[in-house]
């Protein structure tokens, strides 16, 4: 089945640095999403893409979709303890079928060092 | 406009023993999917239902089913439970016959004994 690769698996920094994660698959994706995860709850939709080069911002959140349609990343600008918490990559394969189902990075746990 | 809402959230159950959970989709999505989150294999789908039927399946045992109502609330059912079977089980809906955005609710934690 498809998988995604994300990376890296965890980071801790400093408040108000910037941050910068990606997901990068060995097939094409034609959808992208991003979600953030805190302790004890589920995973909240931060951005969607759906065209490749597509540059979409969320606050101080900012997503790319890859031109090669395999990769994508996330960037956080100037951090702050309450982005704490595990970011996922997700995406829609272009095979249709079985194999037609949101498939989830293993994700990148943030912390931020007030 | 309501989340999704998942109940039980925690549950607590024996090896051998079945469970059901359910799942209220934010209202007018269509289209519900389940997953399961563990610590070693992440967040794996189950299934997914749109207009009560199942549309997908990811890999999982006969041992996981699911269903959805007319009214697109869904359950899933776990039958003889294993101790691998402790996880996060999430559910999430989608307003569109093809679902993009997924939108989570909370989860039930199930835990084996």
């Known amino acids: 089945g498809q998988q995604l690769n994300q990376s890296p698996q965890s980071m801790f920094i400093q408040e108000g640095e910037d941050v910068s994660m990606n997901c990068t698959s060995s097939s094409i994706f034609n959808t992208w999403l991003w979600y953030k995860q805190e302790p004890g709850e589920g995973p909240v939709l931060l951005i969607a893409l759906y065209k490749a080069g597509e540059l979409t911002s969320n606050g101080r959140l900012t997503a790319q979709f890859g031109i090669t349609r395999k990769d994508s990343f996330l960037n956080i600008s100037a951090s702050i303890p309450s982005d704490v918490g595990i970011y996922f990559c997700a995406g829609y394969p272009n095979s249709g079928g079985s194999n037609y189902k949101l498939t989830f990075g293993k994700g990148t746990l943030l912390t931020v060092n007030p | 406009k309501a989340g999704v809402t998942q109940t039980p959230r925690y549950l607590i159950k024996t090896r051998g023993q079945q469970v059901t959970l359910s799942c209220s989709p934010i209202?007018?999505?269509?289209?519900v999917s389940w997953y399961q989150q563990t610590p070693g294999q992440g967040l794996q789908f189950l299934f997914e239902?749109?207009?009560?039927?199942?549309?997908n399946k990811g890999n999982f045992p006969g041992r996981f089913s699911g269903r959805q109502f007319s009214n697109s609330r869904s359950e899933m059912n776990v039958s003889t439970l294993e101790l691998g079977d402790s996880a996060l089980y999430l559910c999430?809906?989608?307003?569109?016959?093809?679902?993009?955005?997924?939108?989570f609710g909370p989860g039930t934690r199930l835990t084996v004994t």
């Open positions: 999430a809906s989608s307003s569109s016959g093809v679902a993009y955005e997924q939108y």
């Open positions: 209202s007018g999505h269509r289209s």
């Open positions: 239902y749109f207009s009560e039927t199942q549309r």
